[in-house]
């Protein structure tokens, strides 16, 4: 399991403006970070309005993210073992560097916009640091 | 005099398929609906119409040799539906007819609008349609914890139309961009002909175009 040993809130100025104005606003409105994701990564396609544009059936983001989100922070799966090893513990000091290199990783793993997935990761580890890994790597054991 | 819009499509193997409609809002930026690309920016393009700035030149039913230009993506607020593309650095569009972004808060029930759009763009119709609407209702829909200003617009839209632009009759300026039709839970349940019955009918939302603006700031 990572380390998270300083929770903290500051998160979000990893972001860039829009990204960071929009979750701000769900955030202090009393959004929690788990539906901030929902609403990030699958925002289009909610609030009874069917999109008019697109291949077909938009995609399912959100748990396919929490998936792999679980696999790097609750388990030793060999796809991202360079990532722990590199990443130990993510704080304060190294939070931007793992957001980057989680962002990178995910974005091809997910088929996902690099600025889509970044806020979703800052979102994850706020979600993650708020209660500590390992209670959350529990309440998200399958 | 109204101004184009374009079509927006993805490049794969040679094939361009087209996702929606976007429009410039500056000399090398375009908007659109986030859902129109489904999170995925890859090999994103823009159609530039044949005759790019005479609005009433006859467009062809079959377009051969489609003009495509790379796109990348700048901005992206899947919350609000709004997506920010950029041409390559230092490439601009020739003499560019950028609409005025205002807002919803600009128009009341029964103000004519109308849009300009790619209907029927997913089987390859790239013609750019003009519809008149009105206003149906101002509403609030709810994302999270948060309010998002939309209006109704009594228009039965089709795929290809997300990204349109809802232009204000009385001033020209865009008040907000189509991003769908009522459906509960967002639809996608049945499909019948590659179109969902629960979209059949004349309830279309397009979000406030300040939102856009924030983007742009």
Redesign the interface.
Known sequence: VIEFDEPHEDWLGHLAPTPKRVLKGLLDGGTSPEEAIELWLGGSHQANIAGMGGEGVPKKYSAVFMNELRLFICTDDPKYKDFRAQFPKINKGTGAAAISALSTAFASSLGVATVIIVPAIVLGLMTIAKVGATAWCERTKK | MPIKTFA?G?LEGGTV?L???CFLVKANTFA???????????NIVVVIPEDLNDFNAYQQQTRVGLQLVPLK?K???????LAIFELAAGATMNSPHIPKLSSTDTTAVGDKVYTLGYPHS?WGMAIMVLQEATVGARVL??????QIRHVIINQQ???????APVFAAKDGSVVGI???????????GI?MGGI?P??LHQT??AVSAEYLS??L?
């Open positions: 927006l993805r398929h996702l929606g409609t659109t609906a986030a859902h129109t690309f489904d999170a995925n920016d890859t993506l901005d992206v607020d899947p919350v609000h539906d997913r829909v709810t994302k999270g914890t948060l839209s089709v795929v290809g139309q997300s990204g189509l991003v769908g039709a009522f459906a509960p839970s967002g639809g996608g499909s969902d629960q979209t279309s939302y924030g983007m700031k």
